[in-house]
């Protein structure tokens, strides 16, 4: 039987196995397994030949029983609504573990950045801000960065939105630069958020840092981070990879050649001297920690029996699909999922907002203990979760610990505001 790899219908099916678990209310089981608010939009763009190309965008709203909505834009040739859809349901779930009052959002523009210059990149962000202006607001969605997208886009977006409403909000947009009132420390919190849950985890687990060998697939913004951040705990990475494929070092590798090499030649393979790997071989390496940090669907039924790692630290949106997570679980790996590990950088968006919104502004070591703060709280309540459950007979996933807690918290909100 062939696995379902559609990402929304994966967000269903982990949804509906905690359900079960935690015998949900069949109406707020119903309410939650789908999206509150799709808004799909068409808009024109005038490109640099002259022609006027039309775009199609999406934005989501999932569940906001307990606050805006929230997540990323994201601009890929391949986006897709059931993508952006399930994006916005893990965000809700995201939302909901950190215990920050956000809902869960999530959108995207069906395009290839790449081949956009500058000029029409401002063009095509300013015009999907305006199809989507009445969809989103500091009190309604706040949109954030994703996959090719960044600060820089978030400023127009800002911009282009106060510009429509008369008046400066810069409380509507977070990932902005410093500039026009960002957070400090809100560029590398998705990975630093990740290493204390690492270090959370070596903790429970008994993985001694000082000894650790770590893999990570993925050498973008998360995966670069985690490389260096890794280091702060004494680990040592000795693979990574890139969508070229993958470098490994029993005696760990050299961050600054990598990062150079990548931006001499577009690849991590053209480092001489170490051995060449592929993607899949990265997956399978008797490692300590393996931190899939790239894209969603990596580690499947088709491989999980071949996993060496002890811990999985899930850094991408959904790298383990349902099926690997059930075989992962029956080998005793434990599996951090994709929506406690990386909540780092929602966490510090909330931050962001939470600043805009008060005109009150924290410096970089104010927003790292308050993000180590969340995480570590967090780690502790999937946990807790996991042996309460132990002890009245039933093991669960780390993951199912954390869809019971997250979904526990939403489904109570919507009761006592009546929903159900």
Known sequence: MVEELNPFKISQQQLDSAAQIMNL?????????????????NFPVKMRSGDTKVFRGFRVHY???????????????????????ALAAWMTWKCSLANIPLGGGKGGIICDPKMLNDTELEALSRAYIRAIGKFVGPKVDIPAPDVYTNPQIMAWMM??????????????????PIEVWGSEGRFDSTALGAMYILRESAKLYKINMKKARIAIQGFGNAGGFAFELSKRLGAKVVAISDSSGGVYSKAGLDYDKLAEAKKKT????????IDKISNDELLELDVD????????????????????????????????????????????????????????????????????????????????????????????SVID?????????????????AYIVAVERVARAMKVRGWY
């Open 25 to 41: 209310d069949k109406s707020a089981h119903a309410i939650l397994r789908e999206p509150m608010q799709i808004l799909t939009v």
């Open 63 to 85: 569940n906001t029983a307990r606050g805006p909505a929230k997540g990323g834009i994201r601009y890929h040739p391949k986006e897709s609504i059931d993508t952006v859809k």
């Open 159 to 176: 911009d282009e939105y106060s510009t429509s409403v008369g008046y400066d909000e810069f409380g509507v947009i977070t990932g902005k």
């Open 266 to 273: 577009g690849e991590l393979s053209a480092v001489k001297g």
């Open 289 to 380: 920690v393996l931190i899939p940090a790239a894209l969603e669907n990596q580690i499947t039924g088709q491989n999980a029996d071949r996993i060496n790692a002890k811990l999985v630290l899930e850094l991408a949106n959904g790298p383990v699909t349902p099926a690997a997570d059930q075989i992962l679980f029956e080998r005793k790996i434990p599996d951090l999922p994709d929506f406690l590990v990386n909540s780092g950088g929602v966490v510090v968006s909330y931050f962001e907002w939470a600043q805009n919104m008060q005109k009150w502004y924290w410096t970089e070591d104010e927003v790292n203990s308050r993000l180590d703060l969340i995480m570590t709280r967090s780690f502790k």
């Open 385 to 401: 979760t996991q042996k309460k459950y132990a002890d009245a007979g039933k093991k669960i996933s780390p993951r199912t610990a």
